[in-house]
């Protein structure tokens, strides 16, 4: 199988709005820059990924997704990200992939482990596996076989919304349940989650 992830990424002066009550502007930009190196050296570390694709209006991501040996577009204006994820996947597919994994830039514990057991329950010929946050109502991550097997549906609700598309589509559908997944830091109290499950942490 030939997988590509996808990561799409927010302007890093940008990122984390919902933040703003406990992180200055800096802190914020640190934090989005540090999850997303950390998504993007992870991601490495996967001998079944082929390669990254990283989507971003951002010139300073899109720097540093190539340090990170990433292939990047550089998307203009204001770009809807379901809209960014389909023009990425039709990229993907001119590349030849058989799988695309749709990754987050905001997953502070992600480990190679995940990426790989989400894969290995991937192998149906048409399927698609997909984690959830810790609300089960987002997609934190997805894996479909082949690219392009449904439409992006990100926004609120979008693990459901997945999930029953892919069925539609006749695919086969997998949940990978993981803890470390399921946390992406977007409100004050996921940031105390990350702190509570690290022993707290210190940007730099």
Same mark, same amino acid.
């Given at each position: 199988?030939?997988?590509?992830?996808?990561?799409?990424?927010?302007?890093?002066?940008?990122? @984390?709005?919902?933040?703003?009550?406990?992180?200055?502007?800096?802190?914020?930009?640190?934090?989005?820059?540090?999850?997303?190196?950390?998504? $993007?050296?992870?991601?490495?570390?996967?001998?079944?990924?082929?390669?990254?694709?990283?989507?971003? =209006?951002?010139?300073?991501?899109?720097?540093?997704? =190539?340090?990170?040996?990433?292939?990047?577009?550089?998307?203009?204006?204001?770009?809807?990200?379901?809209?960014?994820?389909?023009?990425?996947?039709?990229?993907?597919?001119?590349?030849?992939?058989?799988?695309?994994?749709?990754?987050?830039?905001?997953?502070?514990?992600?480990?190679?482990?995940?990426?790989?057991?989400?894969?290995?329950?991937?192998?149906?010929? =048409?399927?698609?596996?997909?984690?959830?946050?810790?609300?089960?109502?987002?997609?934190?991550?997805?894996? $479909?076989?082949?690219?392009?097997?449904?439409?992006?549906?990100?926004?609120?609700?979008?693990?459901?919304?997945?999930?029953?598309?892919?069925?539609?589509?006749?695919?086969?559908? @997998?949940?990978?349940?993981?803890?470390?997944?399921? $946390?992406?830091?977007?409100?004050?109290?996921?940031? @105390?989650?990350?702190?509570?499950?690290?022993?707290?942490?210190?940007?730099?």
């Amino acid at each position: 199988m030939s997988i590509w992830a996808i990561i799409p990424v927010k302007p890093l002066n940008r990122a @984390k709005s919902r933040l703003s009550p406990v992180l200055s502007p800096e802190e914020r930009y640190q934090l989005a820059e540090m999850m997303f190196r950390r998504v $993007l050296e992870v991601i490495r570390t996967v001998p079944q990924v082929m390669g990254t694709l990283v989507v971003s =209006r951002d010139s300073k991501v899109i720097g540093i997704a =190539r340090d990170y040996g990433a292939r990047t577009v550089q998307e203009s204006g204001t770009p809807e990200l379901n809209l960014a994820l389909m023009r990425a996947t039709q990229v993907i597919m001119r590349w030849k992939a058989s799988a695309t994994l749709i990754l987050p830039a905001d997953l502070p514990l992600i480990a190679g482990e995940d990426i790989a057991g989400m894969i290995e329950m991937g192998q149906a010929e =048409r399927s698609m596996v997909i984690a959830t946050d810790q609300h089960e109502d987002g997609t934190n991550a997805m894996l $479909l076989r082949p690219p392009g097997l449904v439409e992006y549906a990100y926004g609120e609700g979008s693990y459901r919304r997945h999930i029953e598309l892919a069925r539609a589509a006749g695919a086969t559908v @997998k949940t990978y349940h993981s803890e470390r997944l399921s $946390l992406d830091i977007d409100m004050p109290d996921d940031l @105390k989650s990350y702190r509570e499950l690290i022993g707290g942490y210190e940007l730099h």
